[in-house]
């Protein structure tokens, strides 16, 4: 491997860590987000909503720019814009400043997590090794971070601006450094047969069973991320201190599970990694579901955390294997239905928990994770052999176009 791919991929690395920081300092203090700006219990939706649609418009906008410009341009100017979106949260005092913020969040992190995943879909196929649940691990890394900083702050009953604040001043200048490394590898946008899954315009009908499976594993991790906390509070009675760790363990076994998650892959294949994760996840939902108490509740959480931890990245890469001469589409396109999978598991969670109860609405995404094995051969090796024991010997020479991938 040469040096421009090594720090291209650590600093990639690096921007999925601070992305995992973000978002976990965001979703973990919904609950203190909702009591400073006066939320309402049935308006709250509406705003958990608002965030992914924005950020499926900006994971759109994504495509249509990575044609003018490298992806690694709009990631390096997207994360700046991510975290300063963050920090206008707990700034403001107003509904209507909450508002933007969250509008500007949305945004930016659509473009953002394209980006992110363009680059990394084109350094795998660069290595010609299963390399993107190494990524994932880096943002589940900063998960974990960003869960112990909003514990901290809700222990020491610190303002959201207070928390947030020291984070953006010591991330946003190191992501901005980072950028100068990240690497645009060639091969994401050339053209083929129109119709064939190796190059060429993306099929939709081709991509629509990854599409599927996105979107139930977003469903699935919006879950956890939006309604833990408030489970944990006010299902099992936890304090708010105790109502952070769901996501944090959770985040810890996403960490553990995507660091040996490419390792699984080379081994067994992709097509038995994403059946294993989806049973284990499943099993979670369940125990989540008629958990007694608290440690019961966060014991399903932390199984939800192994299970669902290696379907998202290996649902990216099976997109760049598919569409290997129009990658950058095929990416944000399917990025789409993770917001969808956001838009649609946290109304409907506090639909059913509203109108039926929380423990019965955990049995929705319990069910829909377990379909994801009807699409299980979806993940099967294509040309690029990733994860089948027939990698193609590592590529050394990357270079770089307008187009990015």
């Known amino acids: 491997m040469t040096v421009e791919l090594r720090r291209g991929r650590a600093s990639l690395a690096f921007s999925f860590l601070v992305q995992g920081v973000t978002f976990a300092l965001l979703v973990t203090r919904i ?25 499926g418009v900006g994971s759109v906008g994504t495509e249509w720019l990575v044609k003018r410009v490298p992806p690694s341009r709009v990631l390096r100017w997207a994360q700046p814009v991510v975290l300063l979106a963050l920090l206008g949260v ?20 659509g473009a953002l997590d394209a980006s992110m995943n363009m680059l990394g879909v084109s350094l795998q196929r660069a290595y010609g090794r299963s390399i993107m649940l190494g990524f994932h691990a880096a943002y589940s890394l900063g998960g974990i971070a960003g869960a112990s900083m909003a514990w901290a702050g809700a222990h020491w009953d610190l303002s959201l601006f207070v928390s947030y604040l020291p984070v953006v001043v010591v991330l946003l200048p190191a992501a901005l450094v980072g950028s100068r490394w990240y690497v645009d590898a060639d091969g994401g946008s050339g053209t083929g047969a129109a ?23 977003y469903i699935g991790d919006s879950t956890v991320s939006n309604w833990s906390a408030k489970y944990l509070q006010d299902v099992l009675g936890s304090s708010e201190e105790v109502s952070t760790v769901p996501y944090n363990v ?19 294949g992709a097509v038995a990694v994403v059946r294993a994760g989806s049973v284990v996840a499943a099993l979670g939902f369940a125990i989540v579901a008629v958990a007694p108490g608290a ?29 290997p001469g ?38 929705v995404p319990m069910v829909l994770v377990l379909v994801t094995l009807l699409y299980a051969r979806s993940f099967a090796p294509g040309p690029d052999r990733y994860g089948d024991g027939h990698e193609r010997p590592r590529t050394a020479d990357v270079g770089r176009g ?3 991938l």
């Open 31 to 55: 609950p203190a987000i909702q009591d400073r700006y006066g939320i309402s219990d049935g308006l709250l939706p509406v705003f958990l909503a608002a965030v992914p649609i924005l950020a």
């Open 250 to 268: 959770y985040m810890v076994m996403t960490l553990l599970g995507r660091g040996l998650g490419d390792l699984g892959v080379r081994r067994f």
């Open 326 to 363: 129009a990658s950058d589409a095929a990416v944000a396109r399917l990025n789409v239905f993770n917001y969808v999978g956001f838009l649609i598991g946290s109304p409907l969670v506090g639909a059913l928990g509203d109108a039926w109860n929380y423990r019965g609405a955990m049995l």
């Open 195 to 217: 119709g064939q899954g190796q190059g060429g315009p993306v099929v939709f009908k081709l991509l629509l069973p990854l599409c599927l499976v996105m979107t139930f594993a």
């Open 90 to 109: 707990g700034a403001g005092d107003a509904l209507w400043q909450v508002a933007v913020a969250l509008g500007a969040f949305g945004l930016s992190v």
């Open 295 to 323: 440690w019961t509740g966060i014991l399903g959480f932390t199984m939800l955390g192994l299970g669902l931890c290696v379907i998202v990245p290996q649902t990216f890469a099976a997109a760049g294997r598919l569409f």
């Open 402 to 404: 307008s187009n990015g």
